[in-house]
DNA sequence: CTCATTTGACCCCA
DNA sequence: TGGGGTCAAATGAG
């Protein structure tokens, strides 16, 4: 009965959001074309229509707790294990729990989001904390030999919301990120006005990011000072799409005024959140819990925690 | 063969 | 001297 109900709500959820993913299509379509009079409208309309979709979709996960995923993650690449961590939910029994197994992360559970952010990462440690009961990964750039790209992010799961990671990015990307960057970089040049239109849509759908470094002229703020993380905000994106930017960065969602939020000045970017919203809303069916996994992240990355609080889902479409 | 991950060792700094 | 960050050899996967 009450599933009946869940499902149904579920299923228009789903096709919701699915009707998001199509609009986001077509705004990068014409976001890819030149600017004209035209395109720029029809960018304006099909803002307009994403967020009057995600508008309903927010209300109908609001008015529908048992809406709400069982605790998920969407991770976008094969990831690197917490060493500390033996029991690997993905890891094939017998596996050796030392070296990693990328494929077989990839489990038909496992929702991928996004293909590619334009940056790709490479870890090159990991440390246990003094103080933390999970250990830090340490990512760089892999284009940091090939084109002396020096950014770097620290990835380390939150001790208070083990579903939940701080993810603290160090240096910019000097590197030429592949087709998908290079892509919206295009876009952008192309069609500034429908920019404008999605940085205006960006700045309802809010992506928290905070800065704990002042290289991009911005205050520091620490995890501990922005409530990303905290009791009222159950889940976090942690994400490397925010490598762009300069200095170091920790990401977020929150409803915390946020002095540096990342501007959206990418359609892939856009498409990404929608893509992973509708991958989390799609995937309800049980999941996998990894209790102890740790997601570093290579593309988007949703953590939905245990706790999950469905007053405060959807936090990346934070209205102010 | 190439590339990514793991992990112990090493280095730097407070 | 200890903690955090990085290096690099070993190893696995594709």
Same mark, same amino acid.
């Given at each position: 009965?009450?599933?009946?109900?869940?499902?149904?709500?579920?299923?228009?959820?789903?096709?919701?959001?699915? *009707?998001?993913?199509?609009?986001?299509?077509? #705004?990068?379509?014409? #976001?890819?074309?030149?600017?004209?009079? %035209?395109?720029?409208?029809?960018?304006?309309?099909?803002?307009?229509?994403?967020?009057?979709?995600? %508008?309903?979709? /927010?209300?109908?996960?609001?008015?529908?707790? !048992?809406?709400? @995923? &069982?605790?998920?993650?969407?991770?976008?690449?094969?990831?690197?294990?917490?060493?500390?961590? %033996?029991?690997?939910?993905?890891?094939?029994?017998?596996?050796? @729990?030392?070296?990693? +197994?990328?494929?077989?992360?990839?489990?038909?559970?496992?929702?991928?989001?996004?293909?590619?952010?334009?940056? &790709?990462?490479? +870890?090159?440690?990991? +440390?246990? /904390?003094?103080?933390? *009961?999970? @250990?830090?990964?340490? $990512?760089?750039?892999?284009?940091?030999?090939?084109?002396?790209?020096?950014?770097?992010?620290?990835?380390? *799961?939150?001790? !208070?919301?083990?579903?939940?990671?701080?993810?603290?990015?160090?240096?910019?990307?000097?590197?030429? @990120?592949?087709?998908?960057?290079?892509?919206? +970089?295009?876009?952008?040049?192309?069609?500034?006005?429908?920019?404008?239109?999605?940085?205006?849509?960006?700045?309802?759908?809010?992506?928290?990011?905070?800065?704990?470094?002042?290289?991009?002229? #911005?205050?520091?703020?620490?995890?501990? &000072?922005?409530?990303?993380?905290?009791?009222?905000?159950?889940?976090?994106?942690?994400?490397?799409?925010?490598?762009?930017?300069?200095?170091?960065?920790?990401?977020?969602?929150?409803?915390?005024?946020?002095?540096? $939020?990342?501007?959206?000045? &990418? !359609?892939?970017?856009?498409?990404?959140?929608?893509?992973?919203?509708?991958?989390?809303?799609?995937?309800?069916?049980?999941?996998?819990?990894?209790?102890?996994?740790?997601?570093?992240?290579?593309?988007?990355?949703?953590?939905?925690?245990?706790?999950?609080?469905?007053?405060?889902?959807?936090?990346?479409?934070?209205?102010?």
């Amino acid at each position: 009965m009450a599933e009946a109900v869940e499902s149904g709500g579920r299923a228009l959820l789903v096709s919701e959001l699915g *009707r998001v993913q199509d609009l986001v299509s077509q #705004l990068e379509l014409q #976001l890819r074309a030149p600017a004209d009079a %035209d395109s720029v409208d029809l960018c304006r309309c099909l803002v307009q229509q994403i967020v009057a979709l995600t %508008d309903r979709s /927010i209300g109908m996960l609001h008015s529908s707790p !048992d809406l709400a @995923p &069982s605790p998920l993650t969407a991770t976008g690449s094969p990831i690197s294990s917490d060493a500390a961590s %033996d029991h690997h939910p993905f890891r094939p029994a017998g596996a050796s @729990p030392k070296k990693r +197994k990328a494929t077989a992360r990839w489990t038909s559970q496992q929702v991928r989001v996004s293909a590619d952010d334009g940056h &790709s990462w490479r +870890k090159y440690g990991q +440390k246990d /904390i003094l103080g933390a *009961r999970h @250990p830090r990964a340490y $990512y760089r750039c892999t284009h940091r030999n090939s084109q002396n790209c020096l950014a770097t992010k620290q990835v380390q *799961r939150a001790d !208070d919301h083990p579903a939940l990671f701080d993810v603290v990015y160090h240096g910019e990307h000097t590197c030429r @990120p592949a087709a998908a960057g290079g892509g919206s +970089k295009r876009a952008q040049q192309h069609n500034p006005h429908a920019q404008a239109a999605l940085q205006g849509l960006a700045a309802r759908l809010t992506v928290a990011t905070t800065t704990t470094d002042n290289a991009a002229g #911005l205050p520091p703020m620490t995890p501990e &000072s922005c409530p990303v993380r905290g009791a009222s905000s159950p889940w976090s994106l942690a994400s490397p799409v925010g490598s762009d930017f300069n200095g170091c960065l920790h990401q977020g969602i929150s409803p915390c005024p946020v002095p540096g $939020y990342r501007d959206w000045t &990418s !359609d892939v970017d856009l498409q990404e959140v929608v893509s992973s919203a509708f991958a989390a809303v799609s995937s309800v069916a049980p999941l996998p819990v990894p209790d102890d996994e740790f997601m570093p992240l290579e593309c988007v990355e949703y953590v939905f925690d245990q706790n999950f609080d469905i007053d405060t889902a959807m936090p990346s479409l934070y209205y102010p």
